[in-house]
């Protein structure tokens, strides 16, 4: 059986990431809705499973160190949202097999950071390149902790 929602979970991770990186150092603010799209709540007015997964991926990755937060709007999202340095470094410092010598240094360094691998994958939406790179982003920061 497919673990689809690990994939889900990988997806969010990387657009978590890469939305806070891309506006690193500052503060901003968090909505599940950019990062998946719309989903209907329920009749009851609770949210779709969906959205809550993205939401509860959010606080897993505030819970592991990956991000900082003043407060959480409802289950829509989260307030002066932030990477923390040790994912700012995870995702900055380039991976010394990715770099490319045939390409100048500093294009090459660009392509060897975490970030840019993440963008590639979320472009190629192949999930196993996705996992791949978020699990050796993870591996990464376990060995900064």
């Known amino acids: 059986m497919a ?8 997806r969010d991770v990387a657009g978590i990431l890469l939305s806070l990186y891309n506006g690193f150092p500052s503060p901003s603010i968090l909505f599940v809705e950019d990062l998946i799209g719309p989903h209907e709540p329920d ?10 997964a993205c939401f ?4 897993w990755m505030a819970d592991e160190g ?18 923390t340095e040790r994912a700012f470094l995870m995702l900055s ?5 990715w770099l490319d010598e045939a390409l100048p240094a500093s294009i090459a360094r660009q392509r060897a950071t975490p970030a840019q ?13 996705l996992a791949e790179i978020v699990q050796r982003c993870f591996a990464r920061a376990s060995v900064r902790r």
């Open 117 to 129: 691998r993440l963008r590639d994958a979320l472009a190629s939406q192949s999930s196993t390149e």
């Open 43 to 52: 009749a009851f007015g609770v949210p779709a499973p969906r959205h809550l």
């Open 3 to 10: 673990d689809l929602h690990i994939d889900d979970f990988y």
């Open 56 to 59: 509860n991926a959010m606080l």
């Open 93 to 97: 410092t380039p991976a010394a097999d």
């Open 66 to 83: 990956f991000l900082r937060y003043s407060d959480s709007i409802r289950q829509e999202g989260l307030d002066q949202c932030s990477l």
